[in-house]
């Protein structure tokens, strides 16, 4: 997972409402990164693994037509994983830098 702050092409392509957009191993944050955020964007990272990235697209699409953004199955994954990411991160005392330095 390679992680890209204070991303231009985010800003340029998402609204101002969007923190963070993950294509593959790669996340796009508008800012800094935070814990919280890299969790739930891990947990897309694992869903493009899982898809690939047409898969992923037309079953994110797919559910976001049908459902919206927070009924959304994956973005209701992405939400569980993350708590469950952020637990065993903060149990093990991992910080966002260790992260962003590839200490995780
Ligand atoms: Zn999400």
Redesign the pocket.
């Known amino acids: 997972m390679t992680v890209h702050e204070h991303s231009r092409l985010l800003r340029w392509l998402l609204p101002d409402d969007k923190e963070a957009f993950t294509f593959g191993q790669h996340v796009f944050c508008r800012g800094r990164a935070s814990l919280p955020l890299l969790a ?1 964007e891990a947990a ?1 990272v694992g869903q493009f693994r899982r898809y690939g990235i047409v898969g992923f697209f037309r079953r994110y699409w797919m559910h976001q037509l049908w459902n919206g953004y927070v009924r959304n199955p994956m ?1 209701i994954e ?1 939400r569980e994983r993350a708590v469950r990411i952020l637990h065993a991160w903060k149990r093990l005392g991992y910080t966002v830098e260790d992260f962003l330095e590839g200490r995780v």
Do not use: S
């Open positions: 739930h897309h973005e992405a």
